[in-house]
């Protein structure tokens, strides 16, 4: 009698490598909002050309083929970076964030996107990269809780960002407070502290536990390994 084995391989912690260009707190900081609004508008205009080419070249293959968009989304996800990546005293992140979400909306990929950039910055606390680079990592995630603050009662996805930098575990490394009260005076709660406050807060104790499914629960999250491009 033949016994036929069937392996089921599962990957515990799959690794994703994504190449993310790092920006300056305090180089996006002193740019005007026509300059910072024209960077946007830039990265843009080159996910609508990818788009456009990706969608050419699918349509010459099969004319009902789906094509490849993860070249767009790159470049909108990007241009969600560099609005986050600086303190948001003038209410710059407003401003700028509208024509982003319409474009990253329309491949239903906002939250994702929102959500990746987190899990980026929380992982780049912990890289050996110039303290300017972390600090700025940091102003990303508390850009992103003061944005998403107002949806965290009604939205799962909004829910699913706050829970991951709350369980994260994401602190401010002592250099990176030092580097922010020496540049500007700026105060430093460990952005998991933040998350916690804030979900307390906002949402009842029933709701304060993140709804994981099966597989979730049973090999936890999906590790991000990244390769920076300073700038």
């Known amino acids: 009698m033949k016994i036929i084995l069937l392996t089921l391989c599962f990957l515990v912690s799959p690794i994703f490598q994504s190449e993310a260009k790092l920006y300056k707190y305090n180089e996006l900081e002193i740019k005007s909002y026509d300059e910072l609004s024209q960077l946007v508008k830039d990265l843009i205009q080159k996910a609508e050309l990818v788009d456009v080419k990706n969608q050419k070249e699918a349509e010459a ?3 009902m083929a789906n094509y490849d968009t993860t070249e767009s989304i790159d470049y909108l996800k990007e241009a969600l970076r560099l609005i986050f990546s600086r303190p948001n005293k003038d209410n710059m992140v407003e401003k700028l964030i ?3 979400r319409s474009e990253l909306i329309s491949y239903s990929a906002y939250y994702d996107s929102i959500y990746d950039l987190v899990v980026e910055a929380v992982a780049g606390l912990n890289q050996k990269i110039p303290v300017v680079y972390k600090s700025t990592y940091i102003f ?3 850009n992103v809780m003061s944005e998403f603050r107002p949806q965290l009662k009604t939205s ?3 829910k699913k960002i706050f829970f991951y930098i709350r369980d994260s575990g994401a602190s401010v490394p002592e250099d990176v407070r030092l580097d922010r009260k020496l540049r500007s ?3 430093s709660q460990d952005p ?3 998350a916690k406050a804030i979900i307390d807060k906002e949402l009842p104790k029933t709701e304060r536990k993140e709804k994981k499914g099966f597989w979730e629960r049973l090999f936890g999250n999906s590790r991000l390994i990244f390769n920076y491009q300073i700038i």
């Open 140 to 142: 990303v995630l508390e």
């Open 185 to 187: 005076m700026f105060k």
């Open 192 to 194: 998991s502290d933040t």
């Open 98 to 100: 509208p024509e982003v």
């Open 156 to 158: 799962d996805e909004v």
């Open 61 to 63: 293959i099969d004319e």
